[in-house]
């Protein structure tokens, strides 16, 4: 009913830059929040950067300055802009959507894209 899907993963070197984006479509009344978590084999899915609705965002403190958040809620679509990379920032780069998908229905669901790799090199 609701599909995320993520596009813009790849290699670089350490130093570039690439910018991720994931376009929500489905059954959609409103999106309260988006974001990005990535993970590595062997270790837990952590949180990189999200952003509400209203604005607000968060971002993990090993991409703070690095990383920038954005949506264009016209599109149902979030973006990350990766700079200055670096060999610890690979991983798969999973997309999140809190996603409410009627008025008369449930609360907030969350649903999570299939994932796209991103690969730096030193």
């Known amino acids: 009913q609701v599909q995320l899907v993520e596009s813009g993963g790849g290699l670089v070197q350490a130093g570039g830059s690439l910018r991720l984006s994931c376009a929500a479509s489905?059954?959609?009344?409103?999106?309260?929040?988006m974001g990005w978590y990535r993970q590595v084999p062997g270790k837990q899915r952590e949180l990189v950067a999200t952003?509400?609705?209203?604005?607000?965002?968060n971002y993990a403190d090993s991409v703070k300055g690095r990383f920038t958040i954005s949506r264009d809620n016209a599109k149902n679509t979030v973006y990350l802009q990766m700079n200055s990379l670096k060999p610890e920032d690979t991983a798969v780069y999973y997309c999140?959507?809190?996603?409410?998908?009627?008025?008369?229905?449930?609360?907030?669901?969350?649903?999570w894209g299939k994932g796209t790799q991103v690969t730096v090199s030193s």
């Open positions: 999140n959507a809190a996603i409410r998908s009627s008025v008369g229905g449930g609360g907030l669901k969350d649903y």
């Open positions: 489905g059954t959609i009344f409103s999106i309260n929040a």
């Open positions: 952003r509400t609705s209203g604005g607000s965002t």
